[in-house]
């Protein structure tokens, strides 16, 4: 890697999750302020509880009926228009769900794919299993470098030894912006390079909070 090349850093999503949606809008203020390239993957928190279904709370199982119709239409776009698109159609498709509040719908996938110019056919994926194969490999991917016991996001960057270091969040809200965003963004990284760390937490006391979005 040159001197001045960009450090890549790999974000597993589903756009599902609002927790996630937060993370990745502060992933993008961290591309202004540190020398780092965001490569975005699909995961699926419908894949991830696919085997707990009756472990989970009610409320929780019902809003992943339709968790994997967004993350198929996503993987679609992805095969049949290049890994370039995947950014922005998550865009487009976050700040449809949550930012405007109109939730994973069919209609605002739709909306979303005219928002980046996508073809409109690309929400027939949305109930065609034709990528899953694809889907799930990328789901893998990213949650085998931090385990089942976590969700959406995973991040994952190149350590010092040349292996990556991964892990899940941070879970944070609002995004943090500016010279914010750097501090979190050193300090996650001097954490999750710690050899043995595993875990920081507190209950969550706020919603996420779009408003500077």
């Not at 890994?83 to 865009?91: C, F, H, I, M, N």
């Not at 909306?111 to 690309?122: E, G, H, R």
């Not at 969040?169 to 760390?197: H, I, S, Y």
């Amino acid at each position: 890697m040159s001197e001045n090349a960009r450090t890549p850093v790999d974000f597993w999503f589903d756009p599902l999750c609002p927790w996630a949606w937060m993370t990745s809008r502060w992933m993008l203020e961290v591309e202004k302020v540190r020398n780092v390239e965001v490569r975005w993957h699909v995961m699926s928190l419908a894949v991830l509880n696919e085997d707990r279904m009756d472990e989970l709370p009610e409320e929780y199982r019902e809003g992943l009926k339709d968790a994997i119709a967004p993350v198929r239409v996503v993987t679609a776009a992805r095969e049949l228009h290049g890994d370039a698109v995947v950014g922005p159609l998550y865009t487009a498709l976050g700040t449809r769900f949550h930012n405007r509040g109109e939730g994973p719908t069919r209609e605002a996938v739709a909306a979303a794919l005219a928002d980046v110019d996508l073809p409109a056919d690309l929400i027939e994926y949305a109930d065609r299993d034709t990528y899953d194969t694809q889907l799930r490999a990328s789901h893998r991917e990213g949650i085998e470098k931090v385990g089942q016991e976590v969700g959406t996001p995973v991040i994952a960057v190149p350590g010092a030894d040349g292996e990556q270091v991964a892990f899940f969040g941070p879970v944070v809200t609002p995004a943090p912006q500016g010279e914010a965003a750097a501090r979190l963004w050193d300090g996650t990284l001097l954490v999750a390079a710690t050899p043995g760390f595993y875990e920081i937490k507190r209950t969550r006391t706020a919603d996420p909070d779009f408003s500077n979005l």
